[in-house]
């Protein structure tokens, strides 16, 4: 589901609501939820669920038998 989706949704939902205004809150919502996660912050959402920023620590990809190592972190 993309941000329109998300404000096409919100429009359904609430009709008198123009898409563009639809669009501003969706986009004001996750720049709050990412800001949020920058300072290291956990999002509770009633009803919803706690999002959080976990680290990992780095994984190896590839084959055993591949002379190349891509490491990731998840």
Do not use: W
Not at 3 to 19: G, Q, S
Not at 34 to 40: I, K, L, N, P, T
């Amino acid at each position: 589901m993309t941000k329109n989706d998300i404000a096409v949704e919100l429009c359904k939902r609430i009709p008198d609501l123009p898409k563009s205004t639809a669009l501003h809150v969706v986009e004001g919502v996750t720049d709050i939820l990412s800001d949020a996660f920058v300072r290291g912050d956990n999002v509770y959402l009633r009803g919803f669920g706690s999002l959080e920023v976990k680290t990992t620590q780095k994984r190896l990809d590839g084959q055993p038998h591949e002379s190349c190592r891509i490491y990731r972190r998840e």
